[in-house]
């Protein structure tokens, strides 16, 4: 019988609670069990991580009760960011991998059948977590997830485009693995310098309102809210995109904070770092669908 521990991290708002993810093999009927509060997507990925470690040329234990523990037990799971942490515990738990070199990496990925790696959402918001907790962990992350986890500072990610490349990495060598051998598919993402916060709109641009822009300034001034009223075209819209250029750059905790919020989404952009978000509610949208209720909020 063979026992793995590999560590990840599930996705809680802006929180990022840490998941250990246990990987026992026993003698039996053979089997595959997922268990630990997951969601659909994550119990698929018992297909998803079969199908990618035969077609990555690496060896399934098929002849093995296979039981997949994701702990805390009490703690909601969901997207496949955890396909990767299960494969990497079942070649660990198998010996295909020096378990001992696992100590202080997490891991988050989902796989391909061919065993790429998938980005996941919320690679900032779970960077920043470990930023704000001084967690000093190595991440290895798909491409993608990985450039967007790296504008946080200080923070220690590597990318990897392939099972394969992180199986290579992992192999008992005796170079330090915090700086690995520099290969195609597996390397360390470097924190770029964090640019200077770019304001695309203008208050200058609105000819006129003199009324209107006099409320903004008021608003902005004393941190006040603001109720827009009148009818389609009188210019609304286009002032209330402009109102974040009366307010003050945002400093870089807040640029990561709302950079954060819109990596939980999936819509994070590099050309709109450190700029206010501006969203547009239908007038038609309920109380509940402003402040992000459903399936998904519940989350």
Do not use: Y
């Not at 942490?85 to 391909?112: C, H, K, N, T, V």
């Not at 919320?122 to 991440?139: D, I, W």
């Not at 192999?171 to 770019?198: H, I, T």
Request: aromatic share 4%; proline share 7%.
């Amino acid at each position: 019988m063979s026992l793995a521990q590999v560590q990840s991290r599930a996705l809680l708002g802006l929180h990022a609670p840490q998941v250990t993810v246990e990987v026992h093999l026993a003698n039996g009927l053979p089997c595959f069990t997922l268990v630990g509060l997951a969601d659909i997507e994550v119990k698929e990925a018992r297909e998803r991580v079969r199908s990618a470690l035969v077609n990555a040329g690496l060896e399934f234990p098929g002849n093995k009760r296979i039981t997949v523990n994701l702990a805390p037990a009490d703690l909601p799971k969901d997207s496949g960011r955890f396909d990767l942490p299960i494969a990497i515990g079942i070649l660990a738990a198998s010996g295909q991998l020096d378990a001992a070199r696992l100590a202080g990496w997490e891991f988050a990925g989902e796989l391909s059948l061919s065993g790429e790696l998938r980005p996941v959402r919320g690679a900032l918001a779970t960077s920043l977590a470990l930023h704000q907790q001084r967690e000093p962990v190595l991440q290895v992350l798909p491409p993608g997830s990985a450039e967007e986890a790296a504008w946080v500072p200080e923070a220690r990610v590597f990318r990897a485009r392939h099972l394969l490349d992180v199986v290579q990495a992992f192999m008992p060598r005796p170079e330090d693995l915090a700086e690995p051998a520099n290969r195609a598919g597996w390397r360390r993402v470097e924190s770029a310098p964090l640019p200077a916060c770019d304001s695309r709109a203008e208050m200058a641009d609105v000819k006129g309102q003199a009324q209107a822009k006099r409320a903004l300034e008021i608003a902005a001034a004393g941190g006040h809210s603001l109720l827009l009223v009148g009818p389609p075209g009188a210019g609304k819209s286009m002032l209330a995109q402009r109102f974040a250029d009366l307010l003050p750059p945002m400093s870089v905790d807040e640029a990561l904070q709302a950079a954060a919020l819109a990596s939980l989404s999936g819509r994070f952009c590099a050309q709109r770092w450190a700029q206010r978000p501006t969203a547009s509610p239908h007038h038609t949208a309920s109380a509940v669908a402003l402040v992000g209720g459903g399936c998904e909020f519940s989350k």
